[in-house]
């Protein structure tokens, strides 16, 4: 059989502020689309499908839409699980409904063990959990790591596996020797969330969510697909897709990228350069994308997010590769000590190149006449 | 047929503070026994499932758990709508899955009117909806009252009777001539929000939600089921439960009442009795009841709230049957006027009859001599 890989739909995240609604629209119908032309016999979801815990309306009639389209106008089969960023209460309600169409929606740790069978493959679907549920399924009060739990997660899972078929786990959690970008969450700490990958030895192979770089981790056959969409700008540079499996005659597994409705980028440049329209189309820079920039300049500019905000509808942040140029320290002359307001309007003018305007040295007036009558 | 009329669940409410989760269970769990020994057809539910528009997770883990006990385990259908407590959204993930096994949940005004057939009756499921939607809906802007919505709906709903069949509305709305109660929320102002019950003439029966008070409409085929829980003090002396409606031969109601878990009462009396175990005991006061008490004393009563809680753990609120003593005008005395301190523990001790402490004193000195120091 053929299925498709993904995971870390985050639907609901922004990104510095900014809604990502029409871009998870558009990287799920790309999904939907890889998935026709791939002709997959099942979609599988590893966990985050929402970026919250409780979310916003907007998500969940978002997500409602999308494994509707899938599981019942499609008809493909469903394989689901809740990441560390979704409420397993919330997320699960209605599951025993779905059941009846081929839409497996795992939840909670004690559904991780029965096996659902496609063709040649018993995929085993273990929601992310806490340790205390492990605790409590086990009835093991010894269980401290994460790593103890896979571990009898896994002895459990293989006394279900059926000799011959190919063992697919699909799991949401931090694979030891995967790097971490910075848009993932971190739960756990000290070492305790990470899993050994010789763990997963027993099964063919390991869909994966929870780190949003499909390259983070090296390994042919325990695979993080990444998320649809790059949600930092540490991530401009990452492919983003989804992985379409083959299990017949043995694993192979190839990447279908997703296209970003705007892309995210960092920038780097003059200031006179970056708000220059003359510049940027010679250049070839791309002011829809979602975009960081990075100053090369070392004075101060008044006003300069708003001016570069003006050009990248999408500005993310400004950042200086040199930092500012180091301020004369000057020495306060004696009438300057006399009027605080003198001080203040001095200063102004040495940071910004402008003097105070009227209103402006009005509010700096009524201040520092307040601030002298009640000197508490 | 034979079908249970309920409505008004509010599933996370909460009274004075405390939490009815056991009440809301013991409920429901009365209410699947009365199905059981009723051997009804189906079970109708007209709105406010939750008491808010983005539940608590207790709240959404209890209606899953009931939902899937009556559809899923003793397979009785299930007919449900959205009331103005709930988000069309939230609650109506799933809907699409629900279907296959008779669970008929219409949270959007497009639903309403294919009818869903059972034996001999058509029902319609109508949710709470607001204007905006209607005037959406039937493409007029003219729409300015629910009246004329509800006169449109109709309309539409009876284009698809099929004669010779008993016509069922489920709805939830305030129904011109009902009481009202302070338990339920009034959402529109200004009588625009009542429904006219001659416009409910064309169907046989109809399953209403909203009120809280069964009685609250005196009508024998247009009925309140009332909420299953008693939500304020003013519902003490109500009888809560559900509706068992026959529909063969014709339209009949009998009504099953559902125990308190807890009751919910008034009381009033003196404050010497109301503390007294044996005047308790001797008349029979439930002290586990959700409780208002009346104090029938005039003198100010220190702690009291504190004493009446340690005697009524469900304690709710205080008030007094005659008011407060008038407080005797005294004229201030001159020494009192030099000291702030002594005229404020002067009226501490008038007003409670003891004196202040020595740490209540302190903080009064330091309030004073800081409100003395910067008097701005």
Redesign the interface.
């Known amino acids: 059989m053929r299925f498709l890989h993904t995971a870390d739909w985050h639907l609901g995240r922004r990104l510095f502020g900014y809604d990502l609604y029409e871009e998870q629209r558009d990287a799920m119908r790309q999904l939907i689309e890889i998935a026709q032309e791939e002709k997959v016999d099942a979609v599988v979801v590893a966990g985050d499908l929402y970026d919250r815990q409780?979310p916003a309306?907007q998500a969940?009639?978002q997500?409602?839409d999308f494994i509707?389209e899938i599981n019942?106008e499609l008809k493909l089969p469903l394989l689901m699980i809740n990441g560390n960023h979704d409420?397993a209460?919330?997320l699960?309600?209605?599951n025993?409904?779905?059941q009846?169409?081929n839409?497996y929606l795992h939840t909670q740790l004690s559904q991780a063990f029965e096996p659902i069978e496609m063709e040649n493959v018993q995929f085993f679907l273990l929601p992310y959990f806490e340790l205390y549920e492990a605790r409590q399924f086990f009835e093991d009060d010894q269980i401290r790591t994460l790593e103890q739990a896979i571990t009898l997660v896994v002895e459990q899972m293989q006394k279900h596996f059926v000799a011959g078929k190919q063992h697919v786990l699909v799991a949401h959690f931090f694979a030891a020797g995967s790097q971490r970008s910075d848009s993932e969450t971190t739960i756990s700490v000290g070492g305790l969330d990470a899993v050994p990958i010789n763990l997963l030895a027993p099964f063919d192979y390991v869909a994966l969510g929870h780190v949003h770089n499909k390259d983070a981790l090296q390994q042919k056959l325990v695979r993080y697909s990444g998320s649809l969409l790059k949600f930092s700008l540490s991530e401009a540079h990452q492919t983003k897709g989804v992985l379409i499996v083959d299990t017949d005659p043995q694993i192979s597994v190839h990447f279908r990228p997703i296209k970003q409705l705007h892309e995210v980028q960092n920038i780097q440049g003059e200031f006179s350069d970056l708000t220059n329209n003359d510049y940027l189309r010679t250049h070839h820079v791309d002011q829809t994308a979602y975009t960081g920039i990075v100053l090369e300049d070392t004075n101060v500019i008044s006003n300069a997010s708003q001016y570069l905000r003006d050009k990248f509808p999408r500005f993310l942040m400004m950042s200086r590769a040199h930092g500012l140029a180091t301020y004369t320290e000057k020495k306060i002359t004696a009438s300057q000590l006399q009027s605080p307001l003198k001080l203040l309007s001095d200063f102004y003018e040495d940071a910004t190149q402008t003097t105070l305007s009227t209103a402006q040295k009005k509010v700096a007036e009524n201040a520092l006449k307040e601030a002298d009558e009640?000197d508490?």
Do not use: H
């Open positions: 409780n309306e969940v009639a997500l409602a509707q019942l409420s209460v919330r699960g309600v209605g025993q409904w779905y009846q169409t839409f009640c508490l």
